[in-house]
T-cell receptor, first 109, second 116 residues
């Protein structure tokens, strides 16, 4: 069973392009998380959100609770954005997290 | 700067050896987690702990045990390492207790274990 689905699995973009990664989930949640993992690196938290929209530099995360859907947008993409982006949710019950399988992004100069 | 620290970045062990992976967090978080990460399979939960001396099995607990004697420290133990336990192991922590939503998730740098 996959409580969290991400699309696309892989994404290649030219530098400067606008990028969107999608995340759908099937459980009731208290929060949704977007995480980033660079090749050979650890995982860092980009956003935690439970409603609306958050912005951090060139990254924007949105969530629609009614539709159980979130998007991560990257404006003016850069090769240093190349990483795996992982969507995770905190369900309403329990202290576990559910993870998507990640979206591997490559930005070509 | 908040931190989750894992004791070893790289380990090489032989089949049958006992392996200890240590994780320490300095954020006074209630919840701590051990995941393994394999290509194509994403993050899979091995065990988690929501309080000192408390533990819950995750999705793939077989062949693993854990220990949480102090709030800041969560150890993963492989009693008898096998080749199929070769993987990247990630520790994470978050705030939150039952009835209160989990906070932001913080990961350690990971421990890459190779079992020969």
């Amino acid at each position: 069973k996959n409580e969290v689905e991400q699309s696309p699995q892989n994404l290649t973009a030219q530098e400067g392009e606008f990028i969107t990664i999608n995340c759908s989930y099937s459980v009731g949640i208290s929060a949704l998380h977007w995480l980033q993992q660079h090749p050979g690196g650890g995982i860092v938290s980009l956003f935690m959100l439970s409603s609306g929209k958050k912005k951090h530099g060139r990254l924007i995360a949105t969530i629609n609770i009614q539709e159980k859907h979130s998007s991560l947008h990257i404006t003016a993409s850069h090769p240093r954005d190349s990483a795996v982006y992982i969507c995770a949710v905190s369900p309403n019950t329990g202290n576990q997290f559910y993870f998507g399988t990640g979206t591997s992004l490559t930005v070509i100069p | 700067d908040v931190k989750v620290t894992q004791s070893s970045r790289y380990l090489v062990k032989r089949t049958g050896e006992k392996v200890f992976l240590e994780c320490v967090q300095d954020m006074d978080h209630e919840n701590m987690f051990w995941y393994r990460q394999d290509p194509g399979l994403g993050l899979r939960l091995i065990y988690f702990s929501y309080d000192v001396k408390m533990k819950e099995k995750g999705d793939i607990p077989e062949g693993y045990s854990v220990s949480r004697e102090k709030k800041e420290r969560f150890s993963l133990i492989l009693e008898s390492a096998s080749t199929n336990q070769t993987s990247m192991y990630l520790c994470a922590s978050s705030s939150g207790t039952s009835g209160r939503r989990s906070g932001e998730l913080f990961f350690g740098e990971g421990s890459r274990l190779t079992v020969l």
